[in-house]
């Protein structure tokens, strides 16, 4: 998995658990048993992983996502201590008090010690130091501040219990998102960053205004796709123009296979996008093919000739384009990803989010599961509105032309709200499970 820039500045170690490997993802060993299931890894008391990062001694910042299964109890999320022949400390973890706490250097976790925690709840905790001062932060709110006593031990920490000369103590009773350590004490507002954008946010599907999923699809005689809250119906169209009598045989468990010629899927009067309001659109495809003429992936369109306007969303070479125009195609604003995203991928997830502000900063596209870099073309800003009859395309754009989509995709999403980076990443992580099903 891609992390965000901010991760790489001064990081030494990070494991995210990623749940599409579904192992250790940067070295270390697990010892006893921790499960690992989409991209948390569940602790209990027991098991460990040893040969992790090695802290620097002079300053430094431990970081970590987790939730506890017990707070009576040491539990410790990342560290290393040594007891002789000079006790030094670099830990992260809840004390037997159930209060957040490090150890650093000649202090412990009953010294360096912050707010109480509870049981079941998500928290995402920081330790910093730089040779002068020892900070506790615990959900981008400081929460420790004191001065560093004593030399911080440069071992090797293990993840879900302390390193304590050479054997595991205070072992981990609970889940764990992820884990970070870097050679320099972050500040609040590089904290703050790694929050919003590493931290997953479970999104509540029952708000999607359109939840697609091809993958349970099938013939039942006629050809009304319906999605599972019943709101979308949508009618599949051969390359004749033709509607099909039935559900098209590429249409599978595992996804539907546009053939780049013969169908796309042509629907009603919904997955409209307007110029004030907030949005979100997602899709999930694999081997999806773009080339040198713009590829249509989503659309919806209105009027013709120089009037079109209307939204797209379509492949142009390795990348991922998203368009709104007001008054024939060449107007409005387009935003475009910058890193060939179709050639390094071959399963894509993406979600383009729109703020309502009419301008192209309102525009955020994200690939699996990241901010994507972008640039943006045009100035005539966004005007009017999609909100009206005209039909949704998936697979080709609304007004017809080559090429057609070609590709599987499993999943179509629309929000009218923005999705945040922590709920892009939940979504992430939820809909790739879907193909390794």
């Not at 050679?183 to 946010?201: G, H, P, V």
């Not at 499993?410 to 992430?428: G, I, S």
Request: with cysteine.
């Amino acid at each position: 998995m891609a992390y965000p820039k901010i991760n790489s500045v001064g990081q030494l170690f990070v494991e995210d658990f990623d749940s599409i490997q579904g192992v250790v993802d940067n070295g270390g060993t697990i010892v006893n048993s921790i499960s690992i299931s989409d991209g948390v890894a569940t602790f209990s008391n027991s098991g460990y992983i040893e040969s992790c990062a090695s802290p620097q001694v002079d300053r430094g910042t431990l970081m970590a996502r987790f939730k506890l299964a017990s707070n009576d109890d040491k539990n410790m999320i990342i560290g290393t201590q040594v007891t002789s022949p000079t006790t030094k400390r670099c830990y992260l973890g809840v004390n037997d008090s159930g209060n957040l706490g490090a150890g650093i250097g000649g202090e412990s976790w009953n010294d360096i010690e912050g707010s109480s925690l509870s049981t079941g709840v998500w928290y995402t905790a920081a330790v910093t130091w730089d040779g002068t001062t020892v900070r506790l932060v615990l959900d981008g709110v400081e929460d420790y501040n004191d001065n560093q006593t004593g030399v911080v031990n440069s071992g090797f920490a293990y993840i879900g219990a302390n390193n304590l000369n050479g054997a595991p103590d205070s072992e981990f009773n609970g889940e764990i998102d992820w884990v970070k350590v870097f050679d320099r004490a972050l500040s609040d507002a590089e904290i703050n960053d790694i929050i919003e954008q590493d931290t997953f946010q479970e999104v509540d599907e029952s708000q999607f205004l359109v939840n697609l999923d091809f993958r349970t699809r099938y013939d039942d005689g006629s050809n009304i796709v319906t999605d599972n809250k019943g709101s979308l119906g949508g009618t599949f169209i051969l390359g004749d123009g033709s509607t099909a009598s039935s559900f098209p045989t590429q249409l599978s468990p595992k996804g539907y296979e546009f053939d780049g010629s013969n169908t796309y899927m042509k629907g009603g009067n919904i997955l409209n996008f307007d110029n004030d309001e907030a949005q979100s659109i997602a899709f999930l495809g694999r081997g999806l093919v773009g080339g040198a003429q713009p590829t249509g992936l989503l659309s919806k369109s209105l009027g013709s000739g120089g009037g079109y306007s209307g939204y797209q969303i379509f492949l142009l070479d390795n990348d991922i384009v998203f368009r709104y125009y007001n008054d024939g195609v060449n107007s409005g604003i387009r935003s475009t990803t910058t890193n060939p995203v179709l050639s390094e991928f071959d399963v894509v997830h993406c979600v383009i989010t729109y703020d309502g502000s009419g301008t192209e900063d309102g525009i955020t596209i994200y690939t699996q599961g990241e901010l994507a870099d972008k640039t943006d073309s045009g100035n005539s800003g966004f005007s009017g509105s999609t909100t009206n009859s005209a039909d949704y395309t998936i697979g080709d754009f609304s007004y017809g032309g080559t090429p057609m989509l070609e590709g599987d995709l499993f999943m179509f999403r629309h929000a009218d709200f923005v999705l945040t980076p922590a709920q892009v990443k939940w979504l992430y992580q939820k809909d790739i499970n879907l193909i390794n099903q």
